[in-house]
Nanobody, 125 residues
Framework: VQLQASGGGLVQPGGSLRLTCAAS????????IGWFRQAPGKEREGVSC????????YYSDSAKGRFSISRDNAKNTVFLEINSLKPEDTAVYYC???????????????????WGQGTLVTVSS
């Protein structure tokens, strides 16, 4: 299983970005993709998860309202759209996966078996 995260960059406060996680190597269509972020000096935190088979989504409290996760099953791709970006959104964003569904512990990094390399999002004027 391989994950490739992309779409990060430098954005002004109030702007938007769409991050992409391209997945390959899955045997079945039952897996979850989570998005995490890690700011300098902080723990890695889960921001969103999607169960690819049925599209069920989860968001952290900090992500609700501004983040939107979606998938394109035909392309094995998951997107994370972030609107109204704030300086505190600055972080390296990672996508990760495990088999099955997101589950109640979707926000825990220890639930995930495979990780992408991360893409840097910098929000600054």
């Amino acid at each position: 299983v391989q994950l490739q995260a992309s779409g990060g960059g430098l954005v002004q406060p109030g702007g938007s970005l769409r991050l992409t996680c391209a997945a390959s190597g899955f045997i079945s269509g039952y897996y979850a993709i989570g998005w995490f972020r890690q700011a300098p000096g902080k723990e890695r935190e889960g921001v969103s998860c999607i169960s690819v088979s049925d599209g069920t989504t989860y968001y952290s409290d900090s992500a609700k309202g501004r983040f939107s996760i979606s998938r394109d099953n035909a392309k094995n791709t998951v997107f994370l759209e972030i609107n109204s970006l704030k300086p505190e959104d600055t972080a390296v964003y990672y996508c990760a996966t495990h088999s099955g569904w997101c589950g109640n512990s979707w926000y825990s990094r220890w639930e995930y078996d495979y990780w992408g390399q991360g893409t840097l999002v910098t929000v600054s004027s």
